[in-house]
């Protein structure tokens, strides 16, 4: 065996500022990785940063004038294409919501048609048709009868039942 000094693991500088190459030699890798980090960057790592700055500025620079230098035609183009876009968007939501207000209306007429069809009496069914209408209207719902129509139904209702359940 060799009686060689075993090399230290953790090397402790005089000053951490301002560390020897000896003392760099001997730290461990990760002490050493720590310390350089805190260092100034050599002089030709410097200059090569400064290049790298450079272009990337210039790059920078060029891309901004490319895009200054777009034509107003291009520009105008683009407008009309962004709202021809977005007019088309706005007509296909319509069309959806339109297909739901159908589907909506067309399930909503097949539920009534079934709950009249169940009923265990035509006059029930009558009853419940006349409450219950296929087609969704608008806010101005009219009654289909007039006056002497509405009396003669309520006269043949009590004449069936003896008593009308409920008057119009």
Known sequence: MTDAPAK?????????R????A???EMCPQQKARYLAYEE???EAQGVMAVARQRVCARLTEC???????????????????????QLK??????????LRLRHQNIRNQDISLMIA????????????LLLPQEETGLNVQDPFDKLQ??????????????????W
Do not use: F
């Open 23 to 25: 003392e760099l030699r």
């Open 118 to 129: 169940c009923q265990p009496t035509a006059q029930r069914a009558v009853r419940l048709e």
């Open 18 to 21: 301002n560390a020897t190459a």
């Open 150 to 167: 509405r009396k003669r139904v309520e006269q043949l209702l009590d004449k069936s039942l003896g008593t009308l359940e409920r008057r």
């Open 64 to 86: 901004k004038g490319r895009q200054a230098t777009e034509n107003a035609a291009q520009q105008s183009e683009r407008a009309r294409r962004d709202t021809i876009i977005g």
């Open 90 to 99: 706005a007509a296909e939501a319509r069309n959806r919501v339109c297909l």
């Open 8 to 16: 230290p693991y953790n090397v402790v500088c005089r000053n951490w």
């Open 41 to 43: 960057p050599p002089k």
